[in-house]
């Protein structure tokens, strides 16, 4: 069955940086676009970013574009998210999620657990 | 990257139905047959309950159906349960630019 696990989350100080992977199974993840999507603490669902599945085309949320960076690597099944300059309010729950095609624009159908991010001095 | 419009809250009690509206504008919800919607449970990762406005996945109760009229697409959950109250969330593709939009959230309540 899909799976999706992320890890890296943590506290960190504003403008700092921090890397979340994704490692997926289950499935052919070389096939798929890849999204990472947050929801903030009491909030709603944020799309954040999303990569081709063959990492050619990013897409990036005005909230973190220049700032945050999504990549892939398909022979390790995993997918990326660097997260610089840090702030407040990327304090959030992330999500990386599967999309039902190639180029992301079929949206999301599974998801993982996410992994908590908090920024704070 | 503006959000779907939803309601914040809908209530309903069991065996009833219920629809939750997801207003977007002609740039997304009213461009694309390419509308999903999740449920959410507390603490818990969002379930795709209805893709391509309409599609049910497999392992989703046919209770589920969604549609989708000019800017606002709908879903209706009919017979409800009281394991139906959770948040809900819409999802559209939006184009190369805004690519994906979700909806603010709605909070469904079974009384």
């Known amino acids: 069955q899909v799976q999706l696990v992320e890890s890296g989350g943590g506290v960190v100080q504003p403008g700092r940086s921090l890397s979340l992977s994704c490692a997926a199974s289950?499935?052919?993840?070389?096939?798929?676009?890849m999204h990472w999507v947050r929801q903030a603490p009491g909030k709603g669902l944020e799309w954040v970013a999303l990569?081709?599945?063959?990492?050619?085309?990013?897409y990036y949320a005005d909230s973190v574009k220049g700032r945050f960076t999504i990549s892939r690597d398909n022979s390790k099944n995993t997918l990326y998210l660097q997260m610089n300059s840090l702030r407040a309010e990327d304090t959030a729950v992330y999500y990386c999620?599967?999309?039902?095609?190639?180029?992301?624009?079929?949206?999301?159908?599974?998801w993982g657990q996410g992994t908590l991010v908090t920024v704070s001095s | 990257q503006s959000a779907l419009t939803q309601p914040a809250s809908v209530s309903g009690s069991p065996g009833q139905s219920i629809t939750i509206s997801c207003t977007g504008t002609?740039?997304?919800?009213?461009?694309?047959?390419?509308v999903s919607w999740y449920q959410q449970h507390p603490g818990k990762a969002p379930k795709l309950m209805i893709y391509?406005?309409?599609k049910r996945p497999s392992g989703v109760s046919n209770r589920f159906s969604g549609s989708k009229s000019g800017n606002t697409a709908s879903l209706t959950i009919s017979g409800l349960q009281a394991e139906d109250e959770a948040d809900y969330y819409c999802?559209?593709?939006?184009?190369?630019?805004?690519?994906?939009?979700f909806g603010g959230g709605t909070k469904l309540t079974v009384l």
């Open positions: 999620a599967r999309d039902r095609g190639r180029y992301g624009n079929t949206l999301p159908d599974y």
């Open positions: 289950g499935f052919t993840f070389s096939t798929c676009a």
């Open positions: 990569i081709w599945y063959d990492g050619s085309n990013k």
């Open positions: 002609s740039s997304d919800v009213g461009n694309y047959n390419l």
């Open positions: 391509e406005v309409s």
């Open positions: 999802c559209s593709y939006a184009g190369s630019g805004a690519f994906v939009v």
